[in-house]
């Protein structure tokens, strides 16, 4: 077999192999819960609503608004023993940077949920 052949073969054998690297494989993404916002809603409005709807704990919640682009992790949801509130603490990504903070998310009476205590 000629050198020529040798590497023609090679080469052959080589784009074989790389065809089956090629196959694109659909991304598994059952297990990601994707935020939801409405739009035009406030970072305080999108983080109350995602309050609201966690459980009591110290399970990771993941919120994003995109009418801001910022978003964050609530790393704990906790009873405000004075009130119907959820005390809560969550990290805020903004193109400014990120920030982590306490806080307090009351039902306001109309089916939504607002940061601070309520009729404040």
Known sequence: ????????????????LLTGCTKVEP?????????????????????????SRGDVGVKPLA????????????????????????????TQRTLEGETRFKGLACPSGDSDWKLGRPGK
């Open 63 to 90: 919120w994003a608004n995109p009418s801001t682009g910022s978003a964050g992790v609530i790393e704990e949801i906790g009873v405000d023993p004075e009130s119907s509130c959820r005390a809560f603490v969550t």
């Open 1 to 16: 077999m000629t050198r020529e052949n040798k590497y023609a073969l090679q080469l052959a054998v080589l784009a074989v």
């Open 27 to 51: 991304l598994e993404t059952a297990a990601v819960t994707q935020p939801i916002a409405a739009p035009g809603k406030t970072d305080q409005a999108v983080i109350a609503d995602t309050v």
